[in-house]
Each structure stands twice: as structure tokens, then as C-alpha cells.
């Protein structure tokens, strides 16, 4: 069965970073693309983009580039996304996803407040 | 950026009902390479993940009942949901897959009455 857990998530301070994890199971891991799509309180989806299997190639969404970035370790079956200058627009539920969207995780909420 | 426009934003339908929910791209999703359309419809319960109906305009996800039905080409899409049932309450998304950045549309609300 396939398994994406989110953790990582939690309040953080405005200006501040964090850096979500999504320990992946059930499957190769190493094979798939894997994407981070986010939701804020009450409002539709939002691609943040996604990594190939490899890391050579990393896609974002352009208003999130120069804040988030995706990464993997392959030996660990894991997601990151590594969030910095963190703003309460950021307020979101985090999910990570195997391309091609087939799987999610439960998601994992970040609230970004003072 | 490819802008997905769907429509309604919400209606509410009574069990047995059919319901049509449309999505518009600024933009061909037509592959002129292997003439599939790339875009997909995911469902969202409440307090849920999102879920994967449709992909390639057309084809469901295993698993996905039968009375869950997308269609379209180019620029136009729809999900028609023949049936509704009381489980169908969710929201419901459209996303192309064409090109990056990938985008969703701004999602319809189904109600049951």
C-alpha cells in the first residue's frame, strides 16, 4: 500500500523558516516523481511544484521559487520542502503527492503567525 | 502560467440528480504529439485529502465508480457526475497537466439537498 506521511509542520514566526518532511512507503520510491501542493484555510489548491527521481529536474510554481525549495533523498524514501521568509499567506495545510497525483498524503498544516 | 477557470463555484443537487461541472483553460491542453488532453479532476471530502477522478481528461482512476464521467478536448472540459449520491458531498477540482507550472481550477462546491 502506498504511504505518504507529512510532519514537520506547526506555528512559526513570521520571517522565519521551516522545513517539511514526507517519509514515503509501499512503493519505489525512486521511480516517481513526487510533488507539494498546498491549501489555504478554506480556499482551492495550489501547486508548489515538483522534483524528478534523480533531483536533476525541479519545477515551482514562479511565486513560491525564490522562497521554497523541493528536495529528496532517495536512501531515506523522503520528501522535503524547505521554506524560508515564511509570511501568514503561507498559513496552509502541506501536502506532498506521487506524481501523477495519484497519491496524497493526510497533509500537515503550517500556520505562520506572531 | 496556464489560468483554469471553473464553473459553478458551488450547487447543491438532490440524490439521483446529474451534475455537470465545467472547466476552461486559457489555453490548449491538446497534445498535438499524441492528441491526449491533460487535464484531470480530483475530489475533495471534507477534512480529506484530495483524490484522483480523472486523469487525460477522460479515464478513471482505478477504483473510481462508473457514474463519475470526464470529457471534453482543447480548451473545454466537464465532469458529469450521473447519480449523485450523499458520498459525492465534496469539492471538486480541475488541473492541467500541460505545462508547468501546473494549475488547478478554483474548485465546485457540491451540496446534497
Known amino acids: 500500500e502506498v504511504k505518504l506521511v507529512e510532519s514537520g509542520g506547526g506555528l512559526v514566526q513570521p520571517g522565519r523558516s521551516l522545513k517539511l518532511s514526507c517519509a514515503a512507503s509501499?512503493?519505489?520510491?525512486?521511480?516517481?516523481?513526487m510533488g507539494w501542493v498546498r491549501q489555504a484555510p478554506g480556499k482551492g489548491l495550489e501547486w508548489i511544484g515538483e522534483?524528478?527521481?534523480?533531483?536533476?529536474?525541479?519545477n515551482y510554481t514562479p511565486s513560491l521559487k525564490d522562497k521554497f525549495t523541493i528536495s529528496r533523498d532517495n536512501a531515506q524514501n523522503t520528501l522535503y520542502l524547505q521554506m524560508s521568509k515564511l509570511g501568514s499567506e503561507d498559513t496552509a495545510i502541506y501536502y506532498c503527492a506521487r506524481v501523477p497525483y495519484n497519491n496524497w498524503g493526510q497533509g500537515v498544516m503550517v500556520t505562520v503567525s506572531s | 502560467d496556464i489560468v483554469m477557470t471553473q464553473s459553478p463555484s458551488s450547487l447543491a443537487v438532490s440524490a439521483g440528480e446529474t451534475v455537470t461541472i465545467n472547466c476552461k483553460s486559457s489555453q490548449s491542453l491538446l497534445s498535438s504529439g499524441n492528441q491526449k488532453n491533460y487535464l484531470a479532476w480530483y475530489q475533495q471530502k471534507p477534512g480529506q485529502s484530495p483524490k484522483l477522478l480523472i486523469y487525460l481528461a477522460s479515464t478513471r482512476e482505478s477504483g473510481v465508480p462508473d457514474r463519475f464521467i470526464g470529457s471534453g478536448s482543447g480548451t473545454d472540459f466537464t465532469l458529469t457526475i450521473s447519480s449523485v449520491q450523499a458520498e459525492d458531498l465534496a469539492d471538486y477540482y480541475c488541473q492541467q497537466h500541460y505545462s508547468y507550472p501546473l494549475t488547478f481550477g478554483s474548485g465546485t462546491k457540491l451540496e446534497i439537498k
Open positions: 522534483i524528478n527521481q534523480d533531483s536533476s529536474t525541479i
Open positions: 509501499g512503493f519505489s520510491f525512486n521511480d516517481y516523481w
